[in-house]
């Protein structure tokens, strides 16, 4: 397909609104958003198409382009700062994000899989994912994820016993090597203010991943997953640790009111 303007909800999209999200589109604008988050309720304004499919009926694979207009309702914790002597902090909170992915984690249906995911990906503080060494555990990121692979597996073992490493010793740097070996993560910080409008552009390709932000190319990761995977965008209240220290945890952020639009959104097969 190849949508340029997407006011009207186009009935391939699946609308997922949990706990108060809300997906509206009017005029030449689609807007994901909520009016407030508590901290003990997961809140998710979103649109995808992966809801009901199969991973081998997932509908992208390379070569593909996406270019999405977008703006959010704040912008990421890395353009003001991440503490705040505010009520609510002048960041957005939570994840927020467009791009492809495989859904690996279904609560509903007790579905695993390893992860694969090529986006523009927010996370806030408390966040830490941390994938690759050197890279802060959240912020604005274009943001590579390929863990269905060989590679992967084999890089398993060796990756247990550094965090174990890390644990007593306080030493990360080995396992932070490890685990982007694990997770096949790439991914590098948008310097872009996601609180005005700009355009995201994506070029899937076999060989590699290019990422764009208004016309410049500010990530390029090679050998990509080769799918296939689903579009998904949306704005949510969740946090998540992820460390070579072995932590891991998640849960929701109390917010006030957020929202992501999108103007304009292209998936082109190339």
Known sequence: MSD????????RWTIRSINGGVVTGHASLLRMSFAEAVADKYVDAEINDLAGRRPSGYPWRP???????????????????????????????GTAGFGFWNEPFVLARRVWRLPEAIWFLYTSPPTQLCLVPDVPGNGWKAQVVHSHRVGAILAGMPALATIAW?????DQRPAARWVQRVS???????????AQWHEYRLDWLSEAATFFVDGTAVCRVAHPPAGP??????????????????????GVLATGEQWLELDALAITPL
């Open 229 to 250: 995977l689903g579009f998904v965008a949306w704005v949510d209240n969740q946090y998540i640790v992820v460390t070579p220290r072995g932590q891991f945890r998640s």
């Open 4 to 11: 340029t303007v997407i006011g009207e909800i186009d009935p």
């Open 166 to 170: 890390a644990r007593v010793s306080g």
């Open 184 to 194: 096949g993560a790439h991914e590098t910080l948008i310097d872009a203010d996601m």
């Open 63 to 93: 070569p593909v382009r996406m270019v999405a207009r977008a703006r959010a309702s704040h912008p990421a914790a890395s353009v003001t700062g991440a503490a705040s002597a505010q009520s609510e902090p002048p960041y957005l909170l």
